[in-house]
């Protein structure tokens, strides 16, 4: 059975029209689409007693930097990369506008890789042979080769996973990646396919089915939520045979399972080439001072503009909580300052509407009632309800929330301390640009091949520029790095360095260890490009008509009935919203 979405490439299908899924991992591939190339070379509320306290574009700027206003769901971001003029659009319209598909360690899409399995959809069992998550019949491959994205680290990651080096929290069921549990039974290997859900709230529906805990599942990475997204996922302490009896059920969460298997590996965080996206952008217009006659010619300069300069990496909305009232990294930095009050009454704010979830939240912060909240809420509600159990058992007091937060999952607890960091590598990254522009200058930090060897700390391989390499233009932007804030870090020896130390201090965080023992959190810090590239891409236009939609080659576009389908690869840790922003020049 087809489903509404995208048809053949570059053609989008008439209003409630049926065509088979794109890539789909329930389906064959066609041998256009077998014969896509796989990733390059460079892709790798009112207080209450016993809770704690509670810019317009400029144009462009030199070095080819854009100043943008600050936005909600974007903390930091201030700066672009070029300096066309963009265009306006609609973004995720609809989830099926927005397609994501991770590539595998091979290069593979998840769904070419499935394809071409005899075991795909779970109907035949696994090979014996068979130990590699992401590609049941495949026999088990040595260690997959770093790419780097996780040579700067894990915490480098839009899974907001724990750090290298970070030990797992006392109790922890967690296994790293690779290695089999006692009795190598009882793990199952799947395809996730979800609609209009988080990657963690759907982990808290299928962990409640299942009857397991969200610390059970392991992932590659964090996916957007109003988005069609196909992930590898592994389950622990499930068979596969009880996992495909929740098939059904989970169908009307917006979910599908294929490809279910067993492994004997878990999945690792950022254990990925990187990602496909295929996504439409709708009602294209001018920017409103641009007075362009061709809307077609605008829109394919800022497209190949970026594709030649790159875009700022700076991290997505999905990082911080897409709209809400109380952002992640809002909560990270109590944690960090361990208000553990302060961090429970803002994980509990609640969002502007009535539903059962949020009434429960209104309830909790006016009653302080942890049981009564705990009825309230539905059984997909995971974290919350580990955390009020905690609270209905220990108190609202310090030492009581300090025992609720510890009730839920390290990598739970550890995504808000990561979120904080983000939206502050955002904030150096667009200062970096406002202050420097394109230009390496002495004190910016590069990732150096020269320092590699067996005994190497990361740290040995971050390399400080000098005067004389500046003046000989030795290295170029797309090298450069900045450190997400951590103990094991080092920082730019100029004035980006010094603003870091500013800005922590702004928080109070000028003396910070990054160390929460009280909650078992480590924080060792890593580097992230400045840059990145986008790579496999391809773009048409579509304009609709009475008849339904048609592929324009040549036309002029109709403004506001004009769509546009862009299909590209993005490396791990790198988010398509950024992307788009840079290439559109608007809030999405």
Same mark, same amino acid.
């Given at each position: 059975m087809g489903r509404r979405g995208i048809g053949p490439r570059g053609v989008r299908p008439q209003p409630g029209a049926l065509v088979p899924r794109p890539r789909s991992v329930a389906g064959p591939v066609s041998r256009a689409e077998q014969a896509r190339p796989a990733l390059g070379p460079q892709r790798q509320s009112a207080e209450r007693p016993g809770w704690g306290a509670g810019q317009k574009?400029?144009?462009?700027?030199?070095?080819?930097v854009w100043p943008w206003g600050r936005t909600g769901t974007m903390p930091g971001v201030l700066s672009m990369r070029s300096n066309h003029t963009g265009f306006q659009g609609s973004v995720k319209t609809s989830a099926s506008d927005f397609i994501v598909t991770e590539i595998d360690t091979l290069g593979l899409l998840l769904s070419d890789s499935t394809?071409?399995? /005899?075991?795909?959809?779970?109907?035949?069992?696994?090979?014996?042979?068979?130990?590699? /998550?992401?590609? /049941?019949?495949?026999?088990?491959?040595?260690?997959?080769?770093l790419h780097r994205e996780e040579v700067l680290g894990p915490f480098d990651s839009p899974s907001h996973a724990p750090e290298a080096g970070l030990s797992p929290a006392k109790g922890s069921t967690e296994h790293m990646a690779g290695t089999a549990p006692e009795g190598g039974h009882h793990e199952a290997g799947f395809t996730l396919r979800k609609e209009n859900l988080e990657t963690l709230e759907a982990i808290g529906y299928l962990s409640s089915e299942l009857g397991v805990l969200p610390?059970?599942?392991? =992932?590659?990475?964090?996916?957007?939520?109003?988005?069609?997204? =196909?992930?590898?996922?592994?389950?622990?302490?499930?068979?596969?045979?009880?996992?495909?009896?929740?098939g059904s059920t989970i169908e009307k969460k917006g979910m599908k399972v294929y490809n279910i298997h067993s492994v004997c590996q878990h999945l690792k965080l950022g254990q990925l080439k990187g990602n496909h996206f295929d996504i439409?952008?709708?009602?294209?217009?001018? #920017?409103?001072?641009?007075?362009?006659?061709?809307?077609?010619?605008?829109?394919?300069?800022?497209?190949?503009?970026?594709k030649t300069k790159g875009f700022v990496n700076y991290y997505g909305p999905q990082r911080f909580g897409h709209g809400q009232n109380v952002q992640t990294d809002q909560i990270g930095l109590a944690l960090l300052n361990e208000e553990m009050v302060k961090a429970v009454k803002l994980f509990f704010t609640p969002e502007d509407t009535d539903d059962p !979830?949020? #009434?429960?939240?209104?309830?909790?912060?006016?009653?302080?009632?942890?049981?009564?909240?705990?009825?309230m809420l539905p059984k997909f509600k995971v974290r919350e309800k580990m955390l009020l159990r905690a609270l209905n058992r220990y108190g609202l007091h310090h030492e009581g929330c300090t025992q609720g937060w510890l009730s839920i999952p390290h990598s739970m607890r550890i995504f808000y301390v990561h979120a904080y960091c983000s939206k502050i590598w955002n904030e150096a990254a667009s200062f970096r640009f406002l202050t420097y522009g394109s230009k390496v200058v002495e004190g910016d930090l590069v990732l150096s091949e020269d320092n590699v060897g067996e005994n190497s700390s990361l740290n040995d391989r971050v390399h400080v520029v000098t005067a004389p390499e500046e003046s000989a233009n030795k290295y170029a932007i797309h090298q450069v790095?900045?450190?997400? !804030?951590?103990?094991?870090?080092? =920082?730019?020896?100029?004035?980006?360095?010094?603003?870091?130390?500013?800005?922590?201090?702004?928080?109070?965080?000028?003396?910070?260890?990054?160390?929460?023992?009280?909650?078992?959190?480590?924080? /060792?810090?890593? =580097?992230?490009?400045?840059?990145?590239?986008?790579?496999?891409?391809?773009?048409?236009f579509l304009e609709d008509n009475k008849k339904g939609i048609k592929t324009e080659e040549d036309s002029y576009?109709?403004?506001?009935?004009?769509?546009?389908?862009?299909?590209?690869?993005?490396?791990?840790?790198?988010?398509?919203?950024?992307?788009?922003?840079?290439?559109?020049?608007?809030?999405?």
């Open positions: 574009a400029e144009g462009p700027r030199a070095g080819g394809a071409k399995t /005899p075991c795909a959809l779970g109907d035949t069992p696994a090979a014996p042979n068979s130990c590699c /998550p992401q590609s /049941p019949c495949r026999p088990c491959p040595g260690p997959p080769e610390s059970d599942f392991s =992932y590659t990475g964090i996916k957007d939520k109003k988005a069609i997204t =196909y992930q590898a996922m592994v389950v622990k302490k499930v068979t596969p045979e009880r996992l495909k009896e929740i439409i952008v709708r009602d294209l217009k001018h #920017q409103s001072n641009d007075s362009s006659a061709d809307l077609k010619e605008r829109i394919s300069e800022a497209i190949e503009n970026v !979830v949020n #009434q429960a939240k209104r309830y909790f912060l006016q009653s302080d009632d942890a049981k009564g909240t705990l009825a790095v900045l450190p997400m !804030v951590g103990h094991s870090i080092k =920082y730019p020896n100029n004035k980006v360095g010094q603003w870091y130390h500013e800005r922590l201090a702004k928080d109070g965080l000028q003396t910070c260890s990054f160390r929460v023992s009280a909650l078992q959190l480590n924080t /060792p810090g890593c =580097y992230r490009h400045i840059l990145k590239y986008i790579h496999n891409l391809s773009y048409h576009l109709n403004e506001s009935k004009a769509s546009l389908l862009l299909s590209f690869d993005l490396d791990p840790s790198c988010y398509a919203t950024v992307c788009l922003r840079e290439i559109m020049k608007c809030d999405l």
